[in-house]
């Protein structure tokens, strides 16, 4: 089912005040409902290079990989749809690709990214992430983060160490526990979750989160909801305005319309009767 009259899709991504190059890369497929963000770290241009090599091979996977229209299918030995399964193994190509692309380069050595992968199918995403970019989603007047950072900070609000106030201050909160490209094998944490109309999905790096509070964020989509490129713009002028110590990435997801696969099958049903 092509996705995209259903679903909007803009992503901005930008340097920041401090840093001098973009080491962040995004992509996305609208048509396939695919949104793809990676922030990539490691010296010599490798940051750069394990961002986009990612992001890039993830989109190719997928186009070649995702199943047409399931019947809503479930893979019995993970529970997860086949469309989960699917980003998990472009995820786990991705890893290896960066993982092979970096030995052979002594200069890249150590090169890794965060990576996050959001695909829509059947009234549904699944999500895919490692790291600390994240994943939110604004529904009605409620804003919450779905993705939980693979970071130290995370950890030692988990185990009581920090508030989430008192992490925001702390000095080690870019310091992740997960990262893609570094080990010869890592698996993304996967997701699923229903849509509704209306839900705006935002993925970003922590060149926005650091900066920017949640509250902060939730107003600005909450009110240029109907103008996605606004939003975004607005947020990015945010984290600059407040230091943009970091590359900046804001991808902005906004359900149009139902996209139920029986609506499909109906369709497809319908057409022989024409
Ligand atoms: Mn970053």
Known sequence: ???????TILGLTDTGMVREKNEDSIGFDSSLGLVVLADGMGGHRGGEIASS????????EVQQNMPEVTAGEIDVASGFSLESICIQDAVVAANDLVYKTAEANPEHKGMGTTIVVLQFYNNSFSLAHIGD???????????EQITKDHSLLQE??????YTPEE????MNKNLVTRALGIDPVVMPDVQEDIVLKNDIYLLCSDGLTDLVEDEDIYLTIKQFSANLEEAAKQLITKANQKGGKDNISVMLCRVDEDFSNKQGWFNKFAAWFD
């Open 167 to 170: 992490a925001r201050n702390s």
């Open 133 to 143: 970019s994240r994943c939110y989603r604004f529904r009605s007047d409620k804003f």
């Open 156 to 161: 030692l609000i988990d185990r009581g160490f």
């Open 1 to 7: 089912m092509n996705l995209q009259s259903k679903i």
């Open 53 to 60: 090599l990612t992001v890039n091979s993830i989109i190719d």
